[in-house]
């Protein structure tokens, strides 16, 4: 099919695309969790893994905690999501877009019968439910709506946009719950708390909880819902009528914050430090004051927490190297012991965000769980107690064969120990050399965890499945090893870490498994960076797939939409340009020999396209083989179903073509 787009009809390609098929359209997955307060019934929502319309398709599911048959609760054409139960349990309140495709509403529903009600119609959509503890109120975020006077110039072509001056904030709401949503004759009439110029929540997660009383909330508040902004909010207080309490600026503040039961304290997770020391789990009183960590230079990553009914522990989600883990933590104690009795073996799981949901009493645990080998499916458990699986989501997964995952550790050049997973080829014989993919993650505040290595971002299985090893590296500035570790390439982003890479590409030749010969480099994102530093810094791979990966850093930090963020990683480009210059791989573009596959969403602001163009006419320049993939309407991350469909068919045959594989 090279250097031609689409599959063409290169031998077995059609064949293949019919394979992706499969993965692409077949997988569901669960995007939230959500235990009633009884601890008795769980709903959660399905959607698809990739995107065959314009808006994606999701529905929410009932099951009964102690297992039986999953029965759909809502049907719709479209979105349904985001289910809350009422705190005594007979009503869930949920997001739908079934009124306008595309622009989500409040809706209410009786459990014991009836049609869901529509509570709201707000011109900007709705976002991010929550019912009062007392049950008596309900709060959204609403997106600001479009002026009559912006509607006007858009009719009449006079339709300018002016750089930071066009923002839609979003805004908290509360709304009366009904007491009987059946019998009501006009919708709530919503009052607005935050004032204009203030946003609520974003594309990071955020947002508020309220607290225990009823009487307000704790939010995190940005002036726009901009990444720049979004990296370094405030905490808030805030009251039913709209007083305000700044708590103070805190970076890496990108998840939702919760009360303690007694109202007295405030926990949520930022950096430890600063920029990039972040997953740290820290509290402040609700009054304000000084905040503190509450495990200093803890080898972990917290992802999401709870506080347990007692109020003294906490119940947290931590990433441990390449495992995700649920453990009790004692803010006074400072100590942290395990949640469950173990946990489905070779998991990585993810408790992360929506996916987890805890009872009223504490006791009992909802949450979507991944192995090796299997999509994410539903389990419960008890605190203390060992999980129980529900739901069976993908069984057309093990008409599959998987390469076995195995969790593997080496030294890199400075003595530092460096951990990672090795996807070995399906079939695998020992003593046998076979192709290496080394595929980077990004971030680079991410790691590898144990889950099914097989979507249109993770290669691995897919590859595995082609006769290759898969290389899975976490590096110097990977989360799940602390804070020390994600700061250690503070100053150098692209130096230490891709000396761990290249000792992880050793150490798998050295047990015999890697083929030196055939070896291949690929990643996303940040992965995308460290693909272009290795391809200007050595001609040990035979090919490349670079994906939304940064080529300039001088560039870049004119044109991304997180230049604070880097910021923190390399400073202030307009203090120290050489320095940028120094680690951007296109300003040693003549080193490159590698052929080299670039991809990009069309409209990501994160990574934009310019520094793939930049890179595609670097490597044109010097005569390596290379070719610019774009996706239009896309973002940092590829959701359309044939634009999965095609980065996968470009990707395997990229690979192989270039080691000489068939």
């Excluded at 609760?73 to 949920?94: E, K």
Aim: charged letters at 20%; a negative charge; aromatic letters at 10%.
């Amino acid at each position: 099919m090279w250097p031609g787009a689409g599959c063409g009809d290169a031998p077995g390609c059609l064949e293949r695309e019919q394979e992706w098929e499969t993965f692409v359209a077949s997988i569901s997955n669960i995007a939230e969790v959500a235990i009633s307060p009884d601890g008795e019934r769980i709903a959660y929502v399905l959607t698809e893994a990739s995107q065959a319309e314009p808006a994606p398709v999701m529905s929410i599911w009932i099951i009964a905690a102690d297992g039986g048959t999953p029965r759909r609760l809502t049907t719709s054409d479209g979105i349904d999501t985001n289910p809350r139960w009422s705190p005594d349990g007979t009503r869930v309140a949920f997001l739908s877009d079934r009124k306008e495709r595309g622009k989500l509403q409040l809706y209410l529903l009786s459990l014991a019968g009836g049609e869901a009600v529509r509570m709201t119609d707000h011109a900007g959509g709705v976002a991010d439910p929550a019912w009062s503890p007392d049950g008596t109120k309900l709060a959204f975020t609403g997106a600001d709506t479009e002026s009559d006077e912006d509607k006007k110039r858009k009719e009449e072509r006079n339709d300018h946009k002016i750089a930071d001056a066009d923002w839609r904030r979003s805004s908290l709401y509360v709304i009366d719950a009904p007491a009987d949503a059946a019998t009501l004759t006009s919708l709530p009439e919503p009052k607005r708390l935050t004032p204009e110029g203030m946003n609520i929540g974003g594309n990071f997660g955020g947002g508020y909880s309220w607290a225990p009383d009823s009487a307000g909330f704790v939010a995190v508040a940005t002036p726009t819902p901009k990444a720049h902004h979004q990296f370094s909010p405030d905490l808030i207080t805030l009251d039913l009528d709209g007083n305000i309490t700044n708590l103070g600026n805190f970076e890496g503040l990108l998840t939702r914050p919760y009360f303690s039961p007694d109202g007295s304290t405030i926990g949520f997770i930022g950096c430890e430090d600063k920029t990039p020391s972040f997953f740290s789990l820290r509290t402040i009183p609700a009054t304000g004051g000084e905040s503190s960590v509450v495990l200093p230079k803890h080898r972990a990553s917290f992802h999401d927490f709870r506080w347990l009914p007692d109020g003294d522990r906490m119940l947290a989600v931590t990433e441990e190297g390449q495992q995700n883990h649920l453990r009790i933590v004692d803010p006074e104690a400072r100590t942290s012991t395990s949640a469950l009795d173990g946990l489905p073996v070779g998991g990585g799981g993810s408790f992360f965000g929506a996916a987890a949901s805890l009872s009223a009493d504490g006791q009992t645990l909802a949450f979507a769980w991944a192995t090796d080998h299997a999509y994410g499916d539903l389990y419960v458990a008890k605190l203390g107690g060992a999980p129980k699986k529900l739901t069976d989501l993908n069984p057309w997964v093990r008409d599959h064969d998987w390469g076995e995952v195995r969790e593997i550790s080496w030294t890199s050049t400075d003595g530092m120990r460096i951990e990672g997973l090795l996807i070995l080829p399906v079939g695998y014989q020992e003593g046998q050399r076979y192709p290496l993919l080394l595929q980077i993650h990004g971030g680079p505040c991410a790691a590898w965890t144990r889950h099914l290595f097989a979507n249109w971002h993770d290669w691995g299985q897919f590859m595995a499945q082609r006769g290759y090893a898969v290389l899975l590296p976490n590096p110097r500035g990977s989360s799940g090893q602390g804070s020390d570790f994600l700061c250690a390439i503070v100053n150098c982003y692209g130096e230490p870490d891709w000396d761990d890479l290249m000792t992880g590409v050793d150490y798998v030749i050295e047990q015999g498994i890697a083929d030196p010969e055939r070896m291949v480099v690929g990643g996303w994102s940040g992965g995308g960076f460290l693909t272009n530093w290795t391809i200007t810094h050595t001609d040990r791979f035979k090919a490349a797939v670079s994906g939304a990966g940064i080529a300039n850093w001088v560039s870049f930090q004119g044109t991304a939409d997180v230049r604070s963020v880097f910021d923190g990683y390399l400073g202030r480009v307009d203090e120290d340009t050489e320095h940028h210059w120094r680690l951007s791989p296109i300003r040693y573009i003549k080193n490159a020999v590698t052929p080299t596959l670039i991809l990009y969403g069309e409209n990501d602001l994160r990574v934009p396209v310019s520094q793939g163009f930049e890179l595609y006419e670097g490597l044109k320049s010097r005569g390596v083989e290379t070719q610019l993939v774009m996706y239009p309407r896309e973002p940092h991350g590829i959701g359309e179903r044939k634009h999965q469909l095609d980065l996968l068919e470009r990707v395997t045959s990229w690979f192989d073509r270039h080691i000489g594989k068939a």
